[in-house]
């Protein structure tokens, strides 16, 4: 029987806030700035210093993302926000700078060198079983571990631990400042005047960064020197690729900015959506058992590999739900630069115009129980509508890590549920809270029992 409640969710406003309002239920979760309206009706628009408007309508969506992607370009506020540390990388540039780096890059996340890190996720999946077995009877805070083993990934397919790379530099200078660019931008997002206290802007993330910076460019120059070994990782494919139009290779600016991008955009949101997904498991241990049973069907008792990934489509469901429900981009932003009209509402230039993912995914229009977890609505497919289902947005923006982030969720969760049967503790349900990403505040707590597949159980 599925559970009838619906699993934790943030309480949309009911009424529009004044700017005050808004910046301080902003500051406290941005999540808290979206409407309940906003998951009724195809747009809602407002003005907190500048003209926004927040919209879930799938034609007006494929307009933004598609047909006039050129005139609704990333908001200033992002790349403002990402540039010091990740410089003008494909995630920020616009135009033909964007255009060549992303041609350049597209051929890393290949379907076949994709398959091929996938040995890398699984060994980090079974470091997490270890970290895991090890805390014994203890709960364990899956929030932090899935972290530290999505960034195992992301560190070893960038640079390869191979001894040149300080993972701890560029981690430290990550976390330090996602940490501060995350308090900036919510006051920033909301056009909040420029008397508004900021926060001390960045100072004291700008050490981390050039420490950063340092341990990357070191990387890639050692890289340079040996040359590549064994299967390509990411570096390796960067410093091969050459845009098929002009011919133009990075240069190691370019590679570091690139790769760090990889790690800033790839790492804490595929934590988040495993951290999410074990939370939703543990909520309902009647999709769990279902979840498992198709886990030791497929691997017994080993781990997941690339090749189990195509036969595991309950856990891919559970995967794209908890996508759903807790999408870690919960809102994409974008800058309109000319006039124009969405569902009937006049868009001036200079205009913020939102996709609030989130409310986008709890739409009533778009999805019966909005707000409740049922994998099986993913069973077809084809029965989803397009852009009414946007964890990865869409067009020629769309996240270049995609598949990459699908196939590391489904090779970790499945070989965490094959192992361990996890119970959630009571009274410390995570509270969801956007920052940068849409994070569960208090942590995601649950104790693991050991569990074997059925054939090989005493
Ligand atoms: C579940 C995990 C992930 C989620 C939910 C996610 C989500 C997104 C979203 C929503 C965007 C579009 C942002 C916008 O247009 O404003 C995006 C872009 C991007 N993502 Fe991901 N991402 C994930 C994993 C990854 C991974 C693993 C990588 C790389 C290894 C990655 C690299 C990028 C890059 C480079 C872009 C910018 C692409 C461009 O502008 O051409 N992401 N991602």
Redesign the pocket.
């Known amino acids: 029987m599925a559970r009838t409640d619906p699993p934790v969710k943030v309480p949309l406003v009911q009424q529009p806030l004044g700017i005050f309002g808004s910046l301080s239920a902003a500051r406290r979760n941005i999540i808290g700035i979206i409407p309940e309206v906003a998951t009724r009706e195809p747009i809602v628009s407002g003005r907190t210093g500048t003209r926004w408007h927040m919209v879930t309508e799938p034609a007006a969506i494929r307009r933004i993302?598609i047909e006039r992607v050129d005139e609704y370009p990333?908001s200033m506020v992002?790349k403002n926000l990402l540039r010091p540390a990740i410089g003008e990388?494909?995630?920020?540039a616009e135009g033909a700078d964007?255009r060549w780096?992303?041609r350049t890059?597209a051929p890393v996340?290949s379907h076949r060198n994709v398959m091929n890190l996938a040995p890398i996720m699984t060994a980090a999946a079974e470091r997490s079983a270890e970290r895991i077995t090890q805390a014994g009877n203890r709960a364990v805070d899956m929030a932090a571990d899935m972290v530290r083993t999505t960034f195992d990934v992301?560190a070893e397919?960038?640079f390869s631990a191979d001894g040149s790379f300080d993972a701890s530099a560029v981690h430290r200078g990550l976390d330090a400042y996602v940490a501060e660019a995350g308090k900036v931008s919510i006051l920033d997002v909301l056009g909040a005047p420029d008397w508004v206290p900021r926060p001390a802007r960045l100072m004291a993330s700008r050490t981390s960064v050039v420490e950063m910076h340092r341990a990357a460019d070191e990387a890639i120059e050692a890289r340079r020197q040996r040359g590549a070994q064994g299967i390509p990782d990411?570096l390796d494919l960067l410093m091969a690729g050459e845009d098929p139009k002009s011919g133009r290779q990075m240069n190691t600016a370019e590679m570091r900015d690139?790769l760090l991008?990889?790690?800033v955009?790839?790492?804490e949101?595929?934590a988040?959506?495993l951290a999410w997904s074990l939370y939703l498991c543990a909520f309902d241990p009647d999709v769990q058992d279902r979840a498992r049973t198709e886990v030791h069907a497929v691997c017994g008792n080993a781990p997941a590999t690339a090749e189990d990934v195509e036969n595991l489509p309950y856990i891919r469901q559970i995967v794209d739900e908890a996508?759903r429900l807790y999408?870690?981009?919960g809102v994409?932003?974008?800058t309109a630069q000319s006039h124009d009209q969405l569902c009937g509402t006049d868009i001036q230039p200079g205009d913020t115009v939102m996709l609030p993912?989130y409310a986008l995914h709890r739409h009533h229009a778009h999805w019966a129980e909005p707000d409740h977890f049922r994998p099986e609505r993913f069973a077809d497919r084809k029965a989803i509508k397009r852009f009414t289902y946007?964890?990865?947005?869409d067009g020629?923006?769309?996240?270049?890590?995609?598949s990459?982030?699908?196939q590391?969720?489904v090779i970790i969760l499945a070989t965490l549920l094959g192992r361990f049967r996890f119970t959630p503790v009571q009274g410390r349900d995570p509270k969801p809270v956007m920052i940068l990403t849409l994070r569960p505040e208090g942590g995601v707590w649950l104790e693991a029992e050991p569990v074997s597949a059925p054939s090989q159980a005493a």
């Open positions: 993302l990333k992002t990388s494909m995630f920020i964007w780096q992303r890059a996340f992301i397919v960038t990411l690139n991008t990889f790690i955009a790839g790492h949101t595929t988040l959506t996508l999408p870690p981009g994409v932003s974008r993912i946007l964890p990865f947005a020629p923006r769309i996240c270049i890590g995609a990459f982030a699908l590391e969720a």
